[in-house]
């Protein structure tokens, strides 16, 4: 006769091995016991920052450049079994809870719930952040701006489309600053209201999802229509209401509304990613490992741009990322898109952007110093 009593099979084991298993857990419960208290003990001491700083007038509770530095430390130090991303996980949640207790930070992102934004989101501020969907880049900026939402989260390089050229361009007159970037590995998962593949009659997906994942589709689904939908969420809401249809989008989206998922990673290559932006009214303060975004422009003229950059290779500043676009204002000038190792307010950093804002007829703006992606 089965025993179906909740736990089943450790009390078949034999008795040195239920003796052991009993110790075990004992050790665990007492190690748990231990973790809250210092869980406890953490958000007092993040109570008493929060009333220091609130006898401040210019205090900014949200510190990326701190946060970034307490992941670099553990995962400097971390060993065991433990992987180090669920290390991550954990302390993005606890780091999220405890600045809670000092104020709520209000984020918004391009919705709507699910999406690779809102995961983006989440990956960067913790579940106890107050996330606002809402229907455009320019609406993330504006929410923003006008001080309706704390920080945003816009879109910026694509794994197959490459750069997000509209959330650049939207720098052009914002007053916004770059606080923060978030990687997302590319991860599809074929979901639906079906509980196998075998019921599936049609796979909705974005253009973006059926470029990522046309090798799995012509390998698992090879006479499957496949229709086109302008963004994932619309998809979600076809197979919502049809139970022969699939669609390909983030695991988030089965959790969020209720869909089976009946194949995970059907993307076609592992280790690419989107990237994404964090953006508010502050700076953020360098946190040792940091990455400076600028905007330039200037009439074109033959060498004038091997002029601009050389300023950089003098002060011994790395560029890791250049982007142009015609501008919008003048023709025949040219707007630049800037990335370089380190902080504004390091010397080399410094010292090349003075240089530069002093060459005639160079058009200069900072967008932001903020923390390389820790996590």
């Not at 209720?258 to 989107?274: I, P």
């Not at 204002?329 to 898109?337: E, G, N, P, Q």
């Not at 390091?346 to 967008?367: D, K, N, R, T």
């Amino acid at each position: 006769m089965t025993d179906f009593r909740p736990g089943g099979g450790d009390n078949d084991s034999p008795p040195s091995e239920q003796t052991r298993l009993n110790e075990l857990r004992q050790q665990i419960d007492a190690i748990d016991n231990r973790v809250h208290d210092l869980l406890i003990e953490r958000a007092g001491l993040v109570v008493e920052v929060g009333q220091v700083k609130g006898r401040r007038s210019d205090v900014l509770f949200y510190r990326p450049e701190r946060e970034a530095r307490i992941h670099r430390r553990l995962a400097a130090r971390h060993h065991g079994a433990l992987p180090i991303e669920a290390l991550h996980r954990i302390y993005r949640e606890i780091i999220s809870a405890c600045l809670s207790l000092e104020t709520r930070l209000n984020v918004v992102y391009l919705g709507p719930e699910a999406t690779a934004t809102h995961e983006a989101a989440l990956k960067h501020f913790g579940s106890s952040a107050v996330m606002s969907p809402v229907a455009s880049i320019d609406d993330i900026f504006h929410d923003v701006e006008v001080g309706r939402a704390d920080f945003g989260v816009v879109p910026v390089e694509n794994a197959i489309e490459g750069v997000v050229i509209y959330t650049l361009e939207r720098f052009i007159d914002s007053p916004l600053r770059i606080c923060g970037e978030v990687m997302l590995p590319v991860v599809y998962c074929l979901m639906s209201l079906a509980t196998s593949m075998e019921q599936v009659r049609r796979v909705y997906g974005h253009t973006r999802a059926r470029a990522q994942c046309r090798l799995w589709l012509e390998r698992h689904l090879p006479t499957m229509p496949v229709t086109i939908v302008d963004a994932t969420a619309k998809g979600v809401a076809l197979v919502r209401e049809d139970e022969e249809s699939a669609v390909l989008a983030g695991v988030h989206a089965a959790d969020r509304y209720g869909l089976n998922v009946l194949s995970e990673h059907v993307e076609d290559r592992a280790g690419h990613e989107h990237r994404f932006l964090v953006i508010g009214r502050q700076d953020s303060g360098p946190s040792g490992q940091d990455k400076t975004s600028l905007m330039f422009s200037f009439r074109d003229q033959p060498g004038f741009l091997h002029r601009v950059l050389g300023i950089f290779a003098c002060h011994g500043v790395n560029l890791t990322r250049i982007e142009s676009r015609p501008s919008w204002s003048k023709a025949w000038d040219y707007l630049f898109f800037v990335e370089l190792e380190g902080h504004r307010e390091q010397p080399p950093v410094a010292a090349a952007m003075a240089e530069l804002m002093e060459v005639p007829g160079v058009s200069v703006q900072i967008l932001g110093s903020y923390p390389k992606r820790a996590v």
